[in-house]
């Protein structure tokens, strides 16, 4: 303390009565150096993240990893009372996951207390606005910021520990002591803990290599990558989940997410977002999301960090899938922010020469008033300006606690208000449906997201439909109806081009995604208040949810295809439950129908303990044989399947070695497959390049499957010097010839998308992509459901319905040419729009065309999808089209008869392909 006191030592001053100290004749001046020393007495008692972590945060060529961080969080914790440490669950490889709550000691000791007051204003029903009022003055702001969701993007998971040292070492100081009497922080030293160490790992080891700026060769999660903000809605990961039930335990006020794709030359992109936005997105939030846009940006112009930036053409908020946007439609103002980028922790000198023509003559604009002009970028750059507007966010929610917490109760009771006197009043769902465990998998997934559902406890007849008891209701006057209409309705994305010739604005992301045509669930929504002869017959849904430390410690329901818990740690969710499975008949066959999803589960369980699996060409049906009765009438009840018995077999054996090919570029559409694969049980080889080029592939698979990439990619790979040498190049050359053999000699190669591309280039297929050389305001689709009709007798489309919507992403479209041997699989309809949701320009292109054929090619066969029979785990209408192709070895294709209506042969290369009628 004597060293202290020194710094602040004056000389006496000289009274009347003597020498007295001066600080005991200014006793204010003391006060305010008492409250110094604390100062630094509190900074020097936290821990410097520095120290502990044996570097500096944000240097060049250094990157903290996920168990780094969590270290220095921990010593944080032991060192303050501002601290706590919370664990989420744990990730998809099994690190535990932690969260960490940043306030007073005081609003800590009181934080079941705010957690309370976060949920009875965000789920507003019985509370007057007075009571809210109250409400609102008592509680605080509660503030989630996080980083790292896409690993590469280094920034953010970095300034997390920035951040929290920057406001803990100087809580005592008059700014952060008012933002932490209003503001209980939830700081997330990670969204993505398993892709931090990916790519800390990965850059680490080639720092001072050529390779130093290199992609790793994988993802950075386990299945999806940078996919992982596009399962907000589906939760179709492990991590959407654990994320998204510990936002539904905290409701917070603000969601922030830190990025790093700033729109060069810009140093940051902030809020407002680009247009089109959600339609569905309720209008106090997105003016708070507007607000503190502007708040952060002016924040950074107070720091002296210039080249901040707002709206432009790329980040639109149209999808909802984005983990940082779908709770705007909780009524909770969410969003990210885009902080410029070079490559992981390398710095890297701009001059204007680098910047785009239309910004090198520096202008200034209305939404970005101090263009950046250049000069050195480093990781402690981007550190530094997200720390700017995280704490600009929490001054933000500070100054204005009591209207946040207000509007959540306000957007929340608009919206129940608004579906009391306008429709949709209300979604219906039937039980039975063609397959009975779709609507459970759609309707827990609302649930989990906070959806309420109620379920008829008597059969009744509403606006011409008849709906028996069990059905259940979505009713919209409830605080999160925005979402399920959002999800559930039609998506028109606007046409925003200046003038019919003008170019077109494409989506970030997805155009369209009803889940209803994704799924192929019934949903029908009701146009008139629902009266109490219908209202008096709901029932809400509840269930006994499971709780455990990790979601995959129990195991829920199994009718569910997520592992583990899945979504039955939501009470609502739990309680979905499908109507129970049935077994007719009696022998020792299994029959099962592939219209029903969960059948594969049984085919992948089957395969894996060796009994045999058949297929019946005349009714398209699969059976098990040898499987124990005690088996059987197991699969029935926990996969709820609706089968039969016989005492006959099916001649045709379904014997597959399923190969899977997964390039060294990290791809997200085979992370997405492998994913559907794992969780189906479904058993499969992963093939690499080598595999391929070392031939011999018939004697070791008899399908081989290719997920969407462009054939560029397929072919070439990593160039050489890109990275290092054992995860270069592709499959040309050797690789493609064979392919080419194992195909001749009889195998399927199953292509999806844009992998179609390669094999009708490199084997030389009858096939023609209409649409692949056409400008894009001739032909645009953007990501979009389309209505086609399916071959139902072939073995591929068994099981799907005569027409249905599939997911089309950049997609080709399928002109037969001459020499065409096979069938043609899907196709669209020969006049008119085949637009179910999203957007289309071109519609003509489609017209008559294939979306998908079996091409038979010497004695194999090669089966394309002009669609994502999988996308991002949404499309399960489609999913059995994919499982049908990896079971389509040629003793089924030999045990199927040709249809002359599908084999259409075009009659001139010119002319449009016919299907014969």
């Known amino acids: 303390m004597k060293t202290l006191f020194s710094k602040f030592s004056l000389p006496p001053v000289r009274s009347k009565t003597g020498y007295k100290p001066l600080l005991v004749r200014h006793p204010i001046l003391l006060l305010m150096i008492l409250v110094a020393m604390m100062h630094r007495i509190n900074a020097q008692n936290v821990p410097n993240p520095d120290e502990v972590i044996g570097f500096e945060i944000g240097s060049d060529f250094h990157l903290a990893t996920y168990e780094e961080s969590i270290t220095y969080f921990k010593e944080l914790a032991k060192a303050s009372d501002m601290v706590q440490m919370r664990s989420a669950g744990k990730t998809s490889e099994g690190r535990p996951w932690e969260y960490v709550l940043i306030s007073t000691p005081e609003n800590l000791k009181q934080i079941d207390r705010y957690k309370a007051i976060s949920q009875q204003l965000a789920h507003p029903e019985g509370l007057t606005r007075d009571m809210a009022k109250h409400l609102a003055e008592e509680g605080k702001a509660i503030v989630d910021i996080s980083g790292g969701l896409h690993a590469s993007e280094v920034a953010g998971a970095q300034h997390i520990i920035t951040l929290a040292y920057e406001l803990v070492s100087k809580a005592k100081t008059k700014k952060y002591k008012d933002i932490f009497d209003n503001v209980i922080l939830v700081l997330w030293p990670s969204l993505n803990p398993d892709g931090q160490d990916i790519i800390a790992n990965w850059y680490l080891g080639n720092v001072g290599t050529p390779y130093e700026t290199a992609p790793t060769p994988w993802l950075y999660q386990k299945y999806v990558g940078h996919d992982n903000n596009r399962d907000a809605y589906m939760l179709n990961q492990l991590e959407s989940r654990v994320v998204g039930r510990t936002w539904r335990e905290w409701e917070p006020n603000i969601i922030h997410v830190h990025h790093q794709s700033s729109p060069f030359p810009t140093r940051i992109w902030l809020p407002p977002f680009a247009e089109p936005v959600a339609p569905q997105t309720p209008p106090l939030v997105a003016r708070e999301v507007n607000m503190i846009g502007m708040a952060m940006a002016q924040e950074l112009e107070t720091n002296g960090q210039p080249g901040a930036v707002h709206m432009g053409k790329g980040f639109d908020a149209w999808y909802p899938g984005y983990i940082d946007y779908m709770p705007a439609m909780q009524n909770i103002p969410s969003f990210w922010t885009e902080t410029a980028l070079y490559r992981y922790a390398t710095p890297y000198f701009y001059t204007i020469r680098d910047f785009p023509k239309d910004r090198v003559d520096l202008r ?12 050195w970028w480093r990781l402690k750059d981007a550190v530094e300006y997200m720390q700017t507007a995280s704490i600009a966010v929490l001054d933000y929610a500070a100054k204005y606690k009591e209207t946040l917490l207000l509007n959540k109760y306000q957007s929340g009771i608009s919206t129940i208000e608004k579906y009391k006197s306008e429709p949709p009043y209300a979604y219906f769902v039937r039980q039975k449906q063609r397959d009975p465990v779709r609507p459970v998998e759609f309707l827990k997934r609302l649930a989990f997201n906070g959806i309420k559902i109620s379920q008829l406890k008597v059969d009744l007849s509403f606006e011409g439909n008849t709906y028996p008891k069990g059905t259940w209701v979505i009713p919209m006057d409830q605080e999160f109806g925005e979402l399920a209409r959002q999800l559930i309705d039609v998506q028109e994305y606007p046409d925003l081009r200046e003038s019919p010739d003008g170019p077109l604005e494409q989506p970030y992301d997805a155009a369209g995604w009803t889940l209803p045509y994704q799924m192929e669930v019934e949903v029908i929504a009701a146009m008139s208040p629902l009266p109490d002869e219908v209202s008096s017959q709901l029932i809400p849904v509840k269930g006994t949810p499971i709780t455990a430390e990790s979601d995959e410690e129990l195991e829920g329901n199994k009718v569910d295809f997520i592992s583990g818990a899945g979504f039955d740690t939501n009470e609502v969710a739990a309680g979905v439950v499908p109507l129970p499975g049935t077994l007719k008949g009696s022998g020792g066959t299994m029959i099962v129908n592939p219209k029903e999803n969960n059948i594969f589960r049984i085919i992948g369980e089957a395969m894996n303990k060796n009994y045999t699996v058949s297929y019946n060409s005349k009714n398209q049906t699969y059976a098990i044989n040898n499987a124990p009765k005690f088996q059987i009438n197991r699969w029935v009840k926990e996969y709820a399947v609706n ?45 690499r390049n080598a595999d391929i080029h070392n031939g011999n592939l018939k004697e070791r698979y008899d399908v081989i499957l290719m997920a969407s990439e462009r054939p560029g990619t397929l072919e070439n790979g990593f160039q050489k010097g890109y990275a290092p040498v054992q995860y270069t190049g592709g499959l040309k050359g050797q690789g493609v010839r064979n392919i080419e053999d194992f195909v001749s000699m009889g195998g399927t190669l199953v292509c999806m998308n844009k992998s179609t591309e390669f094999a009708i280039k490199e084997l030389h297929l009858p096939i023609e992509n209409t649409v692949e050389n056409v400008k894009r305001n001739d032909f645009f689709t953007g990501g979009s459901i389309m209505e086609v009709t399916h071959n139902t007798l072939h073995p591929v489309m068994a099981g799907m319905p005569e027409k249905s919507g599939i997911f089309v992403f950049g997609s080709p479209v399928f002109k037969i040419l001459e020499g065409f041997k096979g069938e043609v699989l899907s196709k669209y309809q020969e006049k008119g729009s085949p637009l179910l949701s999203g957007y289309l320009v071109g519609e003509a292109y489609m017209n008559n065309r294939a979306a998908a054929v079996d091409v038979h090619y010497k004695d194999g066969h090669v089966v394309l ?15 059995r089209a994919l499982f049908n192709a990896l079971l389509y070895t040629n003793d089924v294709s030999g045990d199927h008869t040709i249809s002359d209506k599908w084999s259409a042969m075009s009659e001139t290369v010119d002319k449009l392909a016919e299907v014969k009628e």
């Open 364 to 375: 200034v604009e209305s939404l970005y008033s101090s263009p950046w002009k250049g000069g």
């Open 643 to 687: 089968a039969g018995l016989t005492s006959s077999r099916p001649k045709t054996k379904v014997d597959s070695r399923i190969g899977v090919y997964d390039p060294w570029t990290a791809s997200m559409d085979m992370g997405w497959t492998r994913w559907l694969l794992d969780n189906f049980g479904i058993p499969y080889t992963v093939v």
């Open 865 to 879: 999808f002009g669609f994502q029979p999988q996308w991002r785990g949404q499309s399960m209408g489609t999913y």
